[in-house]
């Protein structure tokens, strides 16, 4: 019945997996090398010198957005309930789109390096800047947790390697990379990644249809033929529709709040460049998604769900598993250092946005009142990414063993409740305040963090009570509105004389852009 | 729509009623505008390029918001139709269209597809005509 589960070579240390995987970690640091030479001021370290073209920057945000999770996640979820994984397949997508139609090129156009940019340019920037940076922050920390423990966690399934040992070489290498190549290498991690991870499931996917006359559907029937016709038709996964409307909120409008996401639209030349970019990222993850649901479909026939729940209750295993049943042991390999690769190029993202809000919004606009020279910018902005990462490798063995899946829609539903609504209001709406944009984001912040402590994800999964306060477990079909519903009534009781006259300035860089960049 | 903005001079009926409205609208800096108001009406003649190139600005930049707006209800619509088809049309999404195929699979599939010709959309509309009026405004 399930021929893999003896045979498998997942768990043990494998050395054509650390191949790959040093090699990976070879070539990335030659580009970090290659990259450190080219990175001398802010504008480099930030934004790579707006150098980069629409083209890579659309492999560099499918980089930055294809997570392990996505890739191993929504495998595992199709391998084991079939139809329900394209559910969050979707979601994952949907807010490409949005980023595109409301975000992308204003913010090329507003701001230099942050999404704080953006919201500070008509309003007093002190209260936005440090709003703004803990919006940041506190989406940058659960996302950065998140990844560290899957990371180590899939290390030690995969490699063999100790929890503690995997989150250090992650810590590192992301420290490296950052610390000396800035958003140069970090872009250039992220594209060899996406190339690396696209490749990957397109090999993975032609191999399981090679086996089904090149037909999808001839793969669907066998699944349904030996699993029952269910697992073509939605299953359990929403059982409730108030739950699923508030998640989907969550991925819509969270994706145009991620600050990683977000900064690299500074990193090419204009506007334009920007929406291709989207547009071409928008593609590759649709393509990658359509494949991750072929690769689950394939490990649910071929691998089968009793085997791959019996390497990881998750179900996390079931591509890796397929590429070991139809690859051998070196695509296993293979595969396995292009997921390791994936939480390492996302880990590099995340943190030069965390050490962006750190250095340029709180050290260089609060505490230096806009007044840091080059020299110190580029020091505090250094300082900061290896603080954050020091945190970062802190955290992750903080939270060892401990379920932390929720962090990333968690992370999701700040991003859509504290930082989209001022972002979106700052942007498109004349009478907006600083004490509207201000208190939108603190609002969404904090009632974020409170309703998910108070949700069925913390009280009853994690805490183990019978019940919860609060029914959704994502909090994002109240903090959305609640927060943009705070923006607005507090910038219409109390209007601010220079906060509207300078929209008509902003609306017209919104669209002429800055013409000094 | 786009038409008007590249035509650039529309009547000054309209850039006086875009006003008025604007003011009416309770605009915070009202009271400080209605004195301004007057002067501008009466500097027009000899301001005519500058002012209706910013009106050009404006009618552009309300109808990049509008094509923005619609299409994040497209998506948003899609999404959520497919999301209330899961939740409450269980046996419809699960009936076959063909062998291995069912209803479910082929419109989460068209979702991804449909969120993607959406981004074509909006970049072709953005490439062929934003992109122009806009340069036909800076060149001004």
């Known amino acids: 019945m399930n021929p893999a589960a003896a045979a498998t070579a997942i768990g043990q240390p494998s050395a054509i997996a650390m191949v790959f995987f040093f090699l990976f970690i070879a070539i990335t640091l030659g580009i970090t090398y290659w990259a450190a030479r080219r990175t001398s001021t802010t504008e480099q370290f930030y934004a790579a010198g707006r150098s980069i073209t629409a083209g ?29 994984g394209l559910i969050y397949s979707t979601g994952w997508l949907v807010g490409w789109p949005i980023v595109l139609f409301l975000i992308a090129e204003p913010l090329r156009n507003l701001g230099r390096y942050t999404f704080s940019d953006v919201v500070a340019l008509r309003f007093r920037q002190t209260p936005v800047r440090i709003a703004a940076a803990t919006g940041t922050l506190a989406t940058v920390i659960l996302y950065l947790i998140a990844q560290m423990v899957g990371a180590g966690g899939l290390i030690k399934l995969m490699f063999g390697l100790s929890y503690e040992q995997a989150i250090v070489v992650v810590g590192c290498a992301m420290i490296a990379y950052v610390l000396f190549g800035g958003m140069i290498a970090t872009t250039w991690v992220q594209i060899v990644k996406a190339i690396l991870l696209l490749a990957g499931a397109a090999i993975l996917a032609v191999l399981v249809l090679l086996r089904f006359d090149m037909n999808p559907l001839a793969l669907f029937a066998a699944a349904a033929e030996r699993y029952g016709a269910g697992v073509l038709a939605p299953g359990k996964l929403v059982s409730s529709p108030l739950d699923a409307l508030s998640l989907g909120l969550a991925l819509m409008f969270g994706t145009a709040g991620l600050p990683h996401i977000l900064m690299r639209f500074y990193t090419v030349p204009d506007a334009r460049a920007a929406r291709l970019s989207v547009f071409y990222a928008t593609g590759l993850i649709g393509v990658f998604y359509l494949m991750t649901f072929i690769l689950g479909f394939g490990a649910m026939v071929l691998v089968g769900p009793d085997a791959i729940r019996a390497v990881d209750a998750g179900g996390n295993m079931a591509a890796p598993l397929l590429a070991e049943l139809l690859g051998g042991t070196a695509f296993l390999g293979f595969i396995a250092a292009v997921a390791f690769a994936t939480i390492l190029a996302v880990v590099a993202g995340l943190t030069l946005s965390g050490a962006a809000a750190l250095s340029h919004d709180l050290w260089v606009n609060v505490v230096r009142g806009g007044h840091a020279d080059a020299r110190e910018q ?25 379920n932390v899946a929720f962090m990333v829609s968690l992370a999701f539903a700040i991003a859509a409740s504290a930082n989209f609504p001022a972002l979106v209001l700052a942007i498109f709406w004349r009478r907006c305040t600083t004490a509207g944009a201000v208190s939108s984001m603190a609002v969404g912040t904090v009632a974020t963090l409170s309703l998910i402590a108070l949700s069925p994800t913390v009280q009853v999964d994690l805490l183990g009570n019978a019940t919860a306060w609060f029914p959704l477990k994502n909090p994002a079909l109240v903090t959305i509105p609640l927060s943009f519903a705070v923006g607005i009534v507090v910038s219409l009781v109390a209007p601010e004389q220079g906060a509207a006259a300078r929209f008509a300035a902003l609306s017209r860089q919104l669209h002429f852009g800055d013409d000094q960049s | 729509m786009l038409r008007a903005a590249l035509d650039g001079a529309p009547s000054r009926a309209v850039a006086a009623s875009a006003l008025t409205s604007a003011r009416g609208a309770g605009y915070p800096s009202a009271p400080m505008a209605k004195p301004t108001k007057p002067r501008t009406e009466h500097a027009r003649p000899g301001r005519q390029q500058g002012s209706s190139a910013e009106e050009a600005l404006e009618h552009l930049a309300r109808s990049r918001t509008r094509v923005g707006m619609l299409l994040t209800l497209a998506v948003f619509t899609v999404y959520f139709g497919f999301i209330a088809a899961v939740a409450y049309a269980r046996p419809l999404l699960g009936s076959l269209v063909a062998p291995g195929l069912s209803v479910g699979i082929l419109a989460g599939a068209l979702v991804i597809v449909a969120a993607w010709l959406l981004t074509w959309v909006y970049v072709h509309w953005a490439n062929t005509r934003y992109d122009p009026a806009l340069r036909a405004l800076r060149e001004r």
């Open chain 1, 56 to 84: 890579q920057n659309g492999f560099a945000l499918a980089g930055d957005y294809m997570s392990a999770a996505s890739f191993l996640g929504i495998a595992g979820l199709v391998s084991t309930t079939g139809f329900d």
């Open chain 1, 378 to 402: 580029l020091a505090v902005a250094r300082i900061a990414t290896v603080g954050l990462g020091v945190v970062a490798i802190a955290l992750g063995i903080a939270f060892k063993g401990q």
